[in-house]
């Protein structure tokens, strides 16, 4: 330590007397100055030394351009400086050994051999033509059968549509109906087969109406069928519509016969279900108060079926009316 | 050995301080771009090869000829200043 201190001491004495000379400070200063200068100087070159040494300055300021690459910009050359010639290129005829013309050389072999594309083309037209004549008849009625066909499947799965959406209103309304009358319910559910639009023609002015509340029902002039949108539907207008149930309640006035006297057999028969309940009730005081309402059930069930086979009998009407004759007899 | 007045300058710290400072300054100035450009074109004649000693030695004397004037003066002035100070500070 204490050398240190004495060198330390010695080197202060040396700086004093070395600065009381004010030339001496300026020549210092350069001095100073000078080495301060080399080594920023070092530092830098040696910068430059490495980056060329690792081949980074290629990095840096990329590799000049090979002079063959250049783009040559001069009338009458393209980019490679290269002359734009333009060769004929002559092809010799197999058949009779003339030189022709590349590009004309299909067409010379054509006349020359009698082969090419229009001769291929005739003959590709022949044969179409003789198979055509064996398979017109069929190929015209497939053609047909698919149209038929398309159509058919088509109108098929419009009914079916139709027929889901109107079971599925007509399932809900006879249930509400179920509570009041069994015979209503009875007979809405036997009708829900002929409901279809297709059907209209046939249908009772009941079942007419029953649908118009569910359906559009205008009758189009092209096809002669009822549209069966919803009640809103945008094709046809609400005036329309109310003509529709116009028409419909005109006809019903103008032929009443069958259909007024049916829709009274109708209303007789509910007023002949409830007397005949209310009868059944007297008796079955007499008898048991249990076994009534099956009875009663039973009665209008009958009932119901007879005039169902009055009217036409579809299809599933049956089975479907069993189903509404117990919740019947539950209802009561 | 170098004179008492730069290892005065060492010991303080000063020296570094007074380094950065040139750096700096030849960097804002373009020197540094001006030898690294003479660098280049030294390379560019004798080919990559070239000795890190040769390169230097063949730079350093343009190098130094490029040097501001006003930067030049700047650090002398602080180079005096600084050894002035030292001077003060050891005789109080």
Redesign the interface.
């Known amino acids: 330590m204490s050398g240190i201190d004495e060198r ?1 001491d010695e ?2 004495k ?6 009381s000379k004010p030339e001496n ?2 020549a ?6 000078e ?12 910068d ?2 490495r980056t ?2 690792t081949g980074s ?1 290629d990095v840096e300021e990329g590799i000049p351009d090979d002079e063959s690459y250049a783009i040559v910009d001069l009338p009458g050359l393209d980019v490679f400086g290269q002359q734009a010639i333009k060769k004929s290129q002559d092809c010799a005829c197999p058949n009779c050994d003339r030189g022709v013309a590349a590009c004309r050389f299909a067409t010379h072999l054509e006349k020359c051999m009698g082969m090419g594309r229009n001769s291929s083309r005739i003959a590709s037209r022949r044969i179409a033509n003789s198979s055509k004549d064996l398979s017109t008849l069929s190929g015209v009625l497939s053609d047909d059968d698919d149209d038929v066909d398309w159509s058919l499947t088509n109108d098929k799965r419009k009914r079916r549509k139709d027929r889901n959406g109107l079971k599925k209103s007509k399932q809900s309304k006879s249930v509400h109906r179920n509570g009041d009358t069994g015979s209503a319910g009875g007979e809405n559910n036997h009708t829900s087969n002929e409901n279809s639009p297709s059907n209209y023609e046939n249908m009772s002015v009941e079942d007419k109406r029953a649908l118009l509340t569910q359906i559009c029902g205008v009758v189009s002039e092209h096809t002669k069928k009822l549209c069966t949108r919803s009640m809103r539907c945008p094709q046809h207008t609400d005036d329309q519509r109310k003509d529709m149930r116009a028409n419909l309640e005109a006809t019903n006035n103008g032929h009443s016969n069958q259909d007024n006297l049916h829709v009274d057999v109708d209303t007789y028969e509910e007023g002949d279900g409830q007397n005949l309940r209310d009868a059944l009730a007297r008796w079955d005081l007499e008898v048991s108060s249990h076994s009534s309402p099956a009875d009663s059930a039973s009665t209008t069930s009958t009932s119901s079926s007879s005039r169902k086979r009055d009217s036409k009998s579809k299809g599933k009407g049956k089975g479907s009316k069993r189903d509404r004759g117990s919740p019947i007899s539950q209802g009561d | 050995m170098k004179s008492a007045p730069h290892q005065r300058l060492v010991m303080v710290g000063d020296r570094d301080a007074l380094k950065e400072l040139l750096r700096l300054r030849l960097v804002e100035c373009g020197w540094r771009d001006q030898v690294k450009i003479i660098c280049k074109d030294l390379i560019k004649e004798n080919g990559q090869d070239i000795a890190y000693d040769t390169l230097l030695s063949t730079v350093t004397s343009r190098a130094r000829s490029l040097v501001p004037d006003s930067v030049k003066k700047e650090l002398l002035q602080k180079i005096k200043n600084h050894l002035m100070a030292q001077e003060e500070s050891l005789k109080s």
Do not use: P, Q, R, T
């Open positions: 330390v080197l202060n040396k700086f004093l007397e070395f600065v400070v300026d210092a200063s350069k001095e100073i100055y080495d301060l200068l080399d080594e920023v100087m070092m530092g830098f070159v040696f430059v030394h060329v040494k300055s």
